[in-house]
């Protein structure tokens, strides 16, 4: 047998294989009479040997697997994106955040949603500039619970720390488009405890996706899109060309995409080309930059468009446009074994439910079978009875002619129908949505 690197890989060596070369060599050396058994100081010395020669072929595997991306973990594939020019990306500051409402109206709740944008105190010099956080889940704030913490997450990337009492403000930009109806009632927030702390980079297996999915080539729709998808903030992009971006006078009008042939293919020299990136985002970063107040933000759209000018083909102009995030939701019966509490089981449901659907990219439908396979998965559950699945309508002010008609409300699939998302759409689940409805009952 063929040890060491071969064609299907690095075949590694055993212990066992080691120590009876060893023995067969001692007996050469040493005649055939040699005693080499365990319980000899002869076969004593080589089990310590071949234990040492197998460590040695465990590290000669650990080298050559560090070689490609795909089995490269740790220092050895952040070696490998920097020689393709992709670096780890660098952890963002985390803290807390204490909102104090003042000034509330009776029989009212107040909400500051997800995203919300959060500035420190900028000196008077102006430099540093405020820093950017968002907020990672939304707060309701009454007369009676008038206080919350919540956790925020910075825009940017940075390891410097945040002094305590420094996060003061709400962004004024944003604070006029989704605070303007509080009537009166303010808000005081503050980070009582500094952010602080070593900074996580990313983890070796997204990390591990965007290296393998690195484009090789210039000028094609994967360059394209691992630009975009370059942005943090990004999930997912999808490269389009709905209209074939020539005359619709000419009998091969929506004839072919450019991802399917040479760019300058059946084009007049000057003529332009367009095609539509859908971009997916998920994160605090907002879509469209906010310009207003004292520490602009960039939005995603920009950034997209900045990264994509970059790699997009002479001739071929890139629209970005926002993808449809499509909340889903599950409607279900579950019965669960008495020696389980109902209420962890729903949480564990749902908490696998947000990973699993978390999980898709733009078109992929949402199937009844891996919902179904989600629920009865959960430890606990014994039986699903009427499970259904909802989709609420795509985001405010879409419209569209394809195989997907736009949707004034939720609609639910009957039992056994998955959910068909259009090539544009994603799909999100939230586990605190009121449109999930699961309810758990003893067995």
Not at 262 to 268: I, K, L, P
């Amino acid at each position: 047998m063929t040890y060491g690197v071969t064609d299907e890989g690095f075949v590694l060596k055993g212990i066992d294989q080691l120590l009876a070369e060893s023995r067969a060599r001692a007996r050469i050396a040493f005649g055939d009479d040699a005693d080499v058994r365990a319980a000899s100081p002869l076969g004593k010395i080589l089990e310590v040997a071949a234990a040492e020669d197998s460590e040695l072929w465990k590290r000669m595997e650990t080298l050559f697997y560090a070689q490609f991306p795909a089995t490269a973990t740790g220092t050895a594939l952040g070696l490998l994106g920097d020689d393709a020019g992709l670096p780890r990306r660098a952890g963002r500051r985390t803290g807390d955040i204490t909102f104090t409402l003042g000034n509330a109206a009776p029989n009212r709740a107040y909400v500051v949603p997800e995203g919300t944008l959060l500035l420190t105190t900028a000196p008077p010099s102006g430099f540093p500039p405020a820093r950017v956080f968002a907020t990672e889940q939304p707060v309701v704030l009454t007369l009676g619970a008038p206080k919350a913490t919540v956790t925020v997450r910075a825009l940017e990337a940075g390891d410097d720390a945040v002094a305590a009492e420094t996060v003061t403000r709400v962004h004024p930009e944003h604070e006029r488009e989704y605070l303007a109806d509080w009537a009166g009632a303010t808000l005081v927030l503050s980070n009582p405890a500094p952010f602080t702390g070593p900074l996580p980079p990313e983890d070796d297996a997204s990390y591990r996706d965007r290296l393998i999915a690195l484009p090789h080539a210039l000028w094609t729709t994967d360059s394209v899109r691992q630009a975009a998808l370059r942005i943090e903030d990004v999930v997912d992009a999808r490269v389009t060309d709905e209209l074939g971006g020539l005359d619709v006078s000419q009998v091969f009008f929506d004839g072919f995409d450019f991802g399917e042939r040479v760019f300058s293919a059946e084009r007049r020299i000057g003529e332009p080309y367009f095609a539509e990136v859908a971009v997916a985002h998920r994160g605090p970063r907002p879509w469209l930059t906010t310009s207003g107040g004292p520490a602009p933000v960039t939005g995603v759209h920009d950034l997209v468009a900045a990264a994509v000018e970059r790699v997009r083909p002479i001739g071929v102009h890139v629209n970005v446009v926002e993808a449809d995030h499509i909340e889903v939701a599950v409607r279900a019966e579950v019965v669960v074994d008495p020696r389980f509490d109902p209420a962890a089981v729903e949480t564990g449901i749902l908490a696998r439910l947000a990973h699993d659907i978390g999980r898709l990219r733009l078109g992929d439908d949402v199937l009844y079978a891996r919902v179904m396979c989600a629920l009865v998965d959960e430890p606990g559950v014994t039986d699903v009875r009427n499970l259904h699945l909802r989709r609420c309508p795509p985001a405010f002010g879409r419209f569209g002619f394809g195989t997907v008609p736009y949707q004034l409300g939720a609609v639910e699939a009957p039992v056994g129908e998955s959910l068909v998302m259009g090539p544009t759409e994603m799909a999100l689940f939230t586990r605190d949505s009121s449109l999930s409805s699961i309810e758990v009952v003893p067995r």
